[in-house]
């Protein structure tokens, strides 16, 4: 079959033309929604104050070695960004050294048999972090036990050696292997022992600025249809002697199974926080949160307004990972109007987007805390593995991360 005679433009076309659509953007003449008719949240002001936050989360697949961490840091810092959110516990493993959890499998992708990766990650960005002047915010996944179908390979690690805080089913089934994270029994007192265990040894032994909770929520969409989770025997009795239920048979049982669950996600959550400030004062207690404060509640059960109100957070990082920039404004607006006081720092998915949308949310977020963009190596060159390396992809990425810079330092500027 011939061969069309279309011919794709090349990567360096293709840059330029993204590059001059990024320049309208820059002087605000693509912002949508923002432009004559003042700001599209209710009753609040649009300036952004010098200490909002301008965040990143880099995670786990984004360094192997002191260099990848250094270099990421730097990057970050140079592009002007105040606040890392930096990934140190993917599936129940550490990032850093540890004595309660093995080492993180992917700090070994190029070298498969050692064990030990001859530096400390965490060690090293904190280190690095201070010394660019950025926040680095310990960024831990709580409740996620193992991804993927396949098995760890250390021995020791929770997945093998704990088999009992996976979630169990009304029929004794743990939950499945899929290609999301199988994840542990959030009501369990011997994994709430434990991640609160965790979260102590990283506060005591590291000067991280914040603590910062991901997958601190009951995940129900990796779960089978029309199962009950947890329902192992010693689950339903802690159940049955919280609320008074006798059964999970009927609506009113399976809301109140629910609002146990829930109760318990809450309860881990308080002390994490009230013993990560009592070791270290002054530390930010942040969580990762649903994209609406009544999903997550509802849903997801993640009570995060009632942690603002409490305060038992200092702030939430809403995940608003969306291309529709109406969506993004109800979401941001709804979380607005549950926090008070308290700040709060919408999640831009910027893996979703052209370039020129990342730049408009970011306008978009001004009635908020500032924003933290998702994630690093969209941006940023990085050994993640998963983002291509490509000729357009590295030119998309310079595009988005030049203009970003832009803005952000014409904000330290004013």
């Not at 669950?261 to 949160?289: F, K």
Request: proline share 7%; net charge neutral.
């Amino acid at each position: 079959m011939p061969r069309t005679s279309f011919a794709a433009p090349s990567p360096f076309a293709f840059f330029a033309a993204v590059v001059i659509v990024l320049a309208g953007v820059l002087t605000g003449s693509m912002i949508q929604g923002c432009s004559s008719g003042g700001s599209p949240f209710r009753g609040l002001s649009p300036s952004r104050g010098s200490e909002e936050m301008r965040g990143i989360w880099i995670t786990r697949w984004d360094y192997r070695s002191a260099v990848d961490v250094e270099r990421a840091i730097d990057v970050a810092a140079e592009a002007g960004f105040t606040d890392i959110f930096w990934q140190i516990r993917g599936q129940a493993d550490a990032y850093y050294r540890s004595n309660l959890e093995p080492w993180g499998e992917e700090l070994f992708r190029d070298k498969p048999n050692a064990t030990d990766p001859g530096f400390d990650p965490l060690a090293v960005a904190v280190s690095r972090a201070h010394q660019q002047g950025v926040r680095l915010h310990g960024w831990i996944n709580v409740y996620p036990l193992w991804k993927g179908t396949g098995q760890p390979k250390d021995p020791r690690h929770p997945f093998i050696r704990k088999p009992t805080w996976r979630l169990i089913d009304q029929t004794g089934q743990p939950q499945p292997q899929n290609e999301s994270y199988v994840v542990a029994n959030p009501t369990d007192p011997a994994v709430q022992a434990h991640i609160a265990a965790v979260c102590r040894d990283i506060v005591s032994r590291y000067a991280i600025d914040g603590l910062h909770l991901d997958y601190v929520r009951f995940v129900g969409d990796m779960l089978p249809e029309g199962k009950v989770y947890p329902a192992d025997p010693a689950s339903i009795s802690r159940f049955y002697k919280a609320t008074g239920h006798r059964t999970l048979s009927t609506p009113a049982d399976r809301a109140a199974h629910d609002g146990w669950v829930r109760d318990e996600i809450t309860r881990l959550v308080e002390r994490i926080s009230s013993e990560s400030r009592r070791i270290r004062p002054g530390i930010e207690l942040s969580a990762a949160v649903w994209r609406d404060p009544d999903l997550a509640r509802e849903t997801q059960l993640q009570d995060a307004a009632r942690w603002l109100e409490e305060g038992t957070l200092d702030r939430v990082l809403p995940m608003i990972y969306t291309d529709d920039n109406a969506v993004f404004v109800r979401d941001l607006n709804a979380w607005l109007a549950v926090a008070g006081k308290k700040p709060v720092t919408p999640g831009i998915g910027a893996y979703k987007h052209k370039p020129t949308q990342t730049l408009e949310q970011i306008r978009l977020s001004e009635p908020g805390a500032g924003y933290c963009i998702f994630a690093f190596a969209t941006i940023f060159e990085s050994v993640n593995p998963f983002e291509p390396k490509d000729d357009t992809a590295i030119a998309v990425r310079t595009a988005r991360r030049r203009a970003i810079a832009a803005v952000q330092n014409s904000e330290r500027s004013d």
